[in-house]
């Protein structure tokens, strides 16, 4: 049974920082993809960022381009989002999600909410950015 646990939420002053980490237990392959997803009161899910494998390509969502970063441990099973420049409008529950079969993230994208398609999601852990 895979686990997935987020942790480094918190409130958080607008332009500040804070880091990530979803920690997976249990078969999570290190060729499928793991990523982020969001969601604020009242609105959709929507994808923040996801990588492949460790060191592999990463995708971000045009939104936190230059500001999230997406990396996993070369264990496979942490995954962690180093977000920078926080604003306001980023607020929201924070959610790691994995995969147990090999898709593009276009495909994972293209799925689209609630679930993009992805077997595996965490309970999600909230940043509050203020301003």
């Known amino acids: 049974q895979v686990q997935l646990?987020?942790?480094?939420?918190?409130?958080?002053?607008?332009?500040?920082?804070?880091r990530?980490?979803?920690?997976?237990?249990g078969r999570i392959s290190s060729s499928t993809p793991m990523g982020w997803f969001r969601q604020a009161?009242?609105?959709?899910r929507e994808f923040v960022a996801g990588?492949?494998?460790s060191g592999g390509p990463t995708y971000t969502a045009d939104s936190v381009k230059g500001r999230f970063t997406i990396s996993r441990a070369n264990n496979r099973n942490t995954v962690y989002l180093q977000m920078n420049s926080l604003k306001p409008e980023d607020t929201a529950v924070y959610l790691c999600a994995a995969d147990s079969v090999?898709?593009?993230?276009?495909?994972?994208?293209?799925?689209?909410?609630?679930?993009?398609?992805?077997?595996?999601?965490?309970?999600?852990?909230?940043?509050?950015?203020?301003?």
């Open 51 to 53: 990588i492949s494998w």
């Open 41 to 44: 009161p009242g609105k959709e």
């Open 5 to 18: 646990v987020e942790s480094g939420g918190g409130l958080v002053q607008a332009g500040g920082s804070l």
């Open 102 to 131: 090999i898709r593009s993230w276009g495909e994972v994208i293209g799925t689209g909410p609630p679930k993009y398609g992805m077997d595996y999601w965490g309970k999600g852990t909230l940043v509050t950015v203020s301003s």
């Open 20 to 25: 990530l980490s979803c920690a997976g237990s």
